[in-house]
């Protein structure tokens, strides 16, 4: 994660920020929003996309996968991308290494995990202590699925270094194949991956991490401060446009919710649309705002100080910026 980090610094001082915003020939604005992976576990991102808030609120949304939150931060420190969604973990891991150039959280989307622990046969009774001895398929050191895995894991007192074996030099998106070709005894799966291990018999969803971790701020809407100050009607506008998107999957059903998601998610059917969103549903996954509150933001780094990933408390008032939520919420 350091070596991640440093990467960003130095690209930061090597770049010109040069973070500007352009209207379109239908006269919106257009904006680069860089998602830390594409993933039925965002619907309510998706439905404010396909159903035109961010059109009704003058943006142009163009949307970029970054595939981690390492490149969702590097893009936006580098100018490619004015707005990143990601675990807001990188935003504190880059303001602690010095860096200028920081990314300030304006709006939180997601309030639980979205991974889920897979087995390789049906576990009806399973508890957390059936994981002492065995291998794990778990995440990059550092990020959120693995910490928010080693936190449940050290709320069960179990002791992720010494207990169980965690294997996390796989890159993300390959454990689900990985674990059907007979590696390791269980896999921390998001969505589509855990429901199509079921559907093709390779595993089976024994526990959900979102539930046993309780409410965390997994997923944020992030700038530079420096954008956030210089536009604060786009960032105003694109936070209204994702309460409306939580307001819509908060007030309709998961198969309506994957009828408008649908074309972000071409290849997987519409049963397992519906059956994924409502998993996701079931476990209050969305939350009713977007904001980001203090408590939120200590419990995240706690669970940073326990995952032994931090280096120095931030006050919240320096990363997280309520007020465009607060906002939207009473618009």
């Not at 309510?44 to 808030?53: K, L, Q, R, S, W």
């Not at 931090?310 to 309520?322: A, C, G, K, N, S």
Request: charged share 20%; proline share 3%; glycine share 8%.
């Amino acid at each position: 994660m350091k070596k991640l980090i440093s990467s960003i610094l130095i690209l930061s001082c090597i770049c010109l920020l040069l973070v500007g915003c352009s209207q379109n020939q239908s006269g919106l604005t257009s904006v680069t929003l860089n998602e830390v992976a594409h993933s039925i576990f965002y619907a309510p991102m998706y439905v404010a996309i396909e159903n035109d808030y961010f059109e009704e609120e003058g943006l142009d949304i163009k949307l970029v996968n970054g595939a981690g939150a390492d490149n969702v931060m590097t893009s936006l420190i580098s100018g490619d991308a004015d707005i990143g969604f990601m675990g807001p973990e990188a935003t504190v891991y880059v303001y602690n290494q010095g860096s200028q150039n920081y990314a300030v959280n304006f709006a939180q989307l997601t309030q639980r995990a979205g991974n889920f622990l897979v087995s390789r046969s049906p576990e009806d009774n399973f508890t957390w202590q059936d994981l002492k001895g065995k291998t794990v398929l778990g995440g990059r050191a550092g990020g959120m699925p693995q910490m928010i895995f080693e936190y449940v894991l050290k709320l069960h007192n179990i002791d992720p270094k010494t207990d169980l074996t965690i294997i996390q030099n796989i890159d993300f998106g390959l454990t689900a194949e990985a674990f059907s070709s007979g590696t390791a005894d269980y896999t921390v799966e998001f969505e589509p991956f855990a429901t199509s291990l079921e559907k093709n018999g390779n595993g089976y969803v024994i526990a959900s991490l979102g539930e046993d971790s309780g409410y965390v701020p997994y997923t944020c809407f992030s700038a530079l401060e420096k954008y956030i100050q210089e536009n604060p009607d786009i960032i105003q506008s694109f936070t209204n446009a994702i309460q409306k998107g939580l307001d819509y999957v908060n007030s309709h059903t998961p198969m309506e919710i994957a009828k408008i998601i649908q074309p972000q998610f071409e290849e997987t059917g519409a049963d397992t649309l519906v059956t994924i969103i409502d998993r996701y549903a079931a476990q209050d996954t969305w939350k009713q705002d977007c904001i980001f509150t203090e408590e939120a933001f200590t419990l995240l780094q706690n669970i940073l100080d326990q995952a032994g990933e931090l280096t120095e408390r931030v006050d919240y008032q320096t990363l997280v910026d309520p007020s465009f939520a607060q906002k939207a919420l009473h618009k």
